[in-house]
């Protein structure tokens, strides 16, 4: 069964500082996806940044970046100088494919991410 | 309208109360799903729908019963909850058959039950 682990429950910090926030998944599949996304206090999970098992490399998208390492099984997302309006639950997330269609996205515990002014 | 959108945003009913979630999406997509988030567990997802058939119950109780009488609109209804059911219902839409699509979330309907 697949598995998503994010032991840090919720962190704070001051404007500007960096952020990491730590994933550990499990799964047996040898194709998936890991995803993260972002909730805001208004509830609905906004889609942030997706990579795909064959590739590791890893990227910058703004203040976003991401850290896969296969090798540890771990996806870590990093928001650099971060911002008040950053403060929302984040949610990784590992997808696997139905034989139907569509697929199954399992979700890690989330992580609270306050960033004071 | 645009993206996923769910009516009720919060809905307060009774155990013995009959009530109906709405979900619609107006990307074109041919999936949608349903997952409960509560304080007590991670997002959970209940039911997987792929042009308009049930490809996944997950083991949800029978007193929640969904419906997608299309490949827009997706219903959640509800009879005779407990109150551990009280959560917020999140409902997403992806594109079918790539296993690297997004889903996208509505704002979700925020359900206690009393």
């Known amino acids: 069964a697949q598995k998503v682990t994010q032991a840090q429950t919720e962190i704070s910090v001051v404007e500007k500082e960096d952020v990491t926030l730590d994933c550990v998944y499990e799964?047996?599949?040898?194709?998936?996806?890991l995803f993260w996304y972002k909730q805001p206090p208004s509830g609905e999970l906004v889609f942030l940044i997706r990579r795909n098992s064959f590739d590791e490399q890893n990227e910058i998208s703004g203040r976003y970046s991401w850290n896969f390492q296969k090798s540890t099984s771990s996806f870590n997302f990093t928001i650099t100088a971060s911002q008040v309006v950053d403060s929302a639950v984040y949610f990784c997330?590992?997808?696997?494919?139905?034989?139907?269609?569509?697929?199954?996205?399992?979700f890690g515990g989330g992580t609270r991410v306050l960033v004071k002014p | 309208e645009t993206g996923v959108t769910q009516t009720p945003r919060h809905l307060v009913m009774g155990m013995t109360n009959k009530k109906s979630l709405k979900c619609e999406q107006h990307l074109g997509h041919n999936a949608m799903y349903w997952y409960k988030q509560s304080a007590k567990k991670p997002l959970e997802l209940m039911f997987v729908?792929?042009?308009?058939?049930?490809?996944e119950n997950n083991s949800v109780p029978s007193r929640f019963s969904p419906e997608c009488p299309n490949s827009s609109h997706l219903f959640l209804h509800l009879h005779t909850l407990q109150p551990e059911d009280s959560a917020l219902y999140l409902c997403a839409s992806s594109q079918e058959g790539s296993l690297g699509d997004e889903q996208f979330f509505g704002p979700g309907t925020r359900l206690t039950v009393l």
């Open positions: 729908y792929s042009l308009e058939e049930r490809v």
């Open positions: 997330a590992l997808s696997e494919a139905y034989e139907a269609a569509g697929n199954k996205l399992t």
């Open positions: 799964t047996r599949d040898t194709t998936y996806y």
